[in-house]
């Protein structure tokens, strides 16, 4: 079988898309700066995000880091005497206003997907960075890859929801840690620890990371969102409640053809072919 690639236009050459076999792959690539987000890149991240994940022919996403970083987070340089001056006007209350806005089309849109999210880290994801990767439902990492929350050394106490994915990610003595320490955590302890899934070599990270949101997209759309559905209701509502909603969803999914397509091909003994109905 050829996989098609169509390439996306993002606006801008920091941020690169092409749709290869129903995956949208999405790199931040700013290389030279260990692909920190900046005033382009993370317009455009927010719109890829939105436009991927609605589109019915994109079965997953996969966000990764062009040459040897996933994302060293903020704009350090920035944060300094280069600042936008329209932000440096803003009163108190417009600056906290436009923040949590732009959290919201970020790590709030990603997180609300409805489609499987995979985070590749070539190397390190520091402070948003870190935020962007945990906000996906899966990190593979490769061997020298490392995460650091980055926020205590520029003084500052964290954004884009990184002390709540950090908790549900490996509970709060160590986000606590991670959060009050900014130490550098390498790909083996964040395996321990539940920070990332997988481990690989670096020279197989991105074909490996591919392939697992391949066969992610390859698979039944309906229940994969009823899934995360499911999952996303684990963390906020007793047993009781999210058993019903599980039900619920159970039974609508017995209504799909992919349903239908899954069972005669256990019965056929071969591959179920899904359309995402």
Request: aromatic fraction near 4%.
């Amino acid at each position: 079988m050829t996989s098609t690639e169509t390439i996306i236009d993002t606006g801008t050459s920091e941020l690169l898309c092409v749709i290869r076999d129903r995956v949208a792959v999405i790199t931040l690539n700013r290389p030279e700066v260990r692909n920190a987000l900046s005033d382009t890149l993370t317009p455009a991240l927010r719109t890829m995000i939105r436009t991927c994940g609605e589109n019915p022919d994109v079965g997953a996403l996969l966000i990764t880091g062009a040459g040897t970083a996933f994302c060293a987070g903020g704009n350090v340089k920035g944060m300094g005497a280069h600042r936008d001056q329209k932000k440096l006007d803003m009163s108190h209350e417009e600056k906290v206003a436009d923040l949590q806005e732009r959290q919201r089309l970020l790590t709030g849109a990603l997180v609300s997907v409805r489609k499987p999210t995979i985070a590749a880290l070539p190397g390190p994801a520091a402070g948003a960075g870190l935020a962007i990767a945990m906000a996906c439902d899966i990190r593979i990492a490769a061997e020298s890859a490392f995460v650091s929350t980055g926020y205590l050394k520029v003084g500052l106490s964290g954004d884009y929801g990184i002390a709540w994915l950090l908790t549900r990610l490996v509970g709060t003595a160590r986000a606590r840690e991670l959060m009050f320490t900014s130490d550098k955590v390498d790909a083996t302890r964040c395996a321990a620890i539940g920070l990332v899934n997988r481990v690989v070599p670096d020279a197989k990270l991105q074909d490996e990371a591919f392939a697992l949101a391949r066969s992610m997209a390859e698979g039944p759309t309906i229940a994969l969102r009823y899934m995360k559905d499911n999952l996303d209701e684990a963390l906020l509502f007793d047993f009781a409640t999210a058993r019903d909603h599980e039900a619920e969803r159970l039974i609508r999914t017995t209504m799909t053809a992919d349903h239908r397509e899954a069972v005669q091909a256990f019965i056929e003994k071969r591959k179920a072919v899904f359309k995402g109905n």
